[in-house]
């Protein structure tokens, strides 16, 4: 505990979309467990808000704002809202995705920009309002969420183009911030993430959970505290020395293959 004492960070993307704990929820309140400030950003408040309850009862500081920060005004007011709140901003979590079916063929122009204003214009507009505020603290840890069908091309099932294409860029993206901000003290690393399990996936069912888990080498289920773990890490002076890092949180899945038993 205290890993992320005198802390303030953002995470986008922030509150569970559904029964359960996603990604993004179990990070705030992991950051909030180990000290840090934390402000929620949700499209909806009211999630938000429950969210922000529940650490609050755990004891942690949290606040919500509410905006789509795929729009230039709703990022840069969320990094000023911030700055108003807690003084300071050492952590970006960009959490903020969404997929559209289709291939080249079938996927619908609009669909595909939407795609791409949600998963990749989102970290653009939110890195450039916190990015001077991280410079004028003297550092901070980005984290981008990306996702294994970034490295691979698949999503679990077929027609995922514009998704795999914006998670792909996330990895370019990544790379070219932490090149960018190396000398100003600021890391950029991004998490990439596997089969796990959260109420984003739940639709699949209980039959798609089961052959999501045996997909992977480890042969067991990833939840939204795996990645919430390792965003800790990299959001901590833990991996001071750590950035332009693409870390799985998969299972396996990208690095190995299991022998046949």
């Not at 005004?73 to 960009?94: K, Q, W």
């Not at 027609?159 to 600021?186: E, M, P, Q, R, W």
Request: charged residues 20%.
């Amino acid at each position: 505990m205290g890993r992320l004492s005198g802390k303030v960070a953002i995470v986008t993307g922030a509150a569970s979309r559904g029964e359960g704990v996603g990604n993004g929820a179990a990070t705030a309140m992991l950051f909030a467990r180990e000290g840090a400030k934390v402000l929620l950003v949700n499209r909806s408040a009211e999630r938000a808000e429950v969210l922000a309850e529940t650490i609050r009862a755990e004891g942690g500081e949290a606040a919500v704002f509410a905006g789509d920060v795929s729009e230039p005004e709703a990022s840069e007011a969320m990094a000023r809202v911030a700055i108003e709140r807690f003084g300071r901003l050492d952590i970006l979590h960009n959490n903020v995705g969404i997929g559209s079916a289709g291939t080249p063929e079938t996927l619908d122009v609009a669909d595909w920009n939407a795609v791409f204003q949600s998963n990749l214009t989102s970290a653009l507009l939110c890195c450039k309002a916190c990015l001077p505020r991280m410079k004028s603290g003297g550092g901070g840890s980005i984290i981008n969420v990306s996702s294994t069908a970034g490295a691979i091309g698949l999503s679990g099932t077929s027609g995922a183009v514009a998704y795999a294409t914006t998670k792909a860029g996330l990895h370019g993206f990544t790379l070219s911030v932490a090149a960018d901000y190396a000398a100003f003290g600021i890391r950029a690393n991004c998490l990439v993430v596997g089969t796990v399990h959260t109420p984003m996936v739940a639709r699949l069912g209980e039959a798609g959970r089961e052959r999501r888990r045996l997909a992977v080498p480890l042969q067991t289920e990833g939840t939204g505290w795996d990645v919430a773990y390792a965003a800790v890490f990299l959001a901590s002076d833990e991996s001071r020395w750590i950035t332009g890092v693409m870390l799985p949180i998969d299972g396996g899945f990208l690095a190995i293959r299991p022998w046949p038993r």
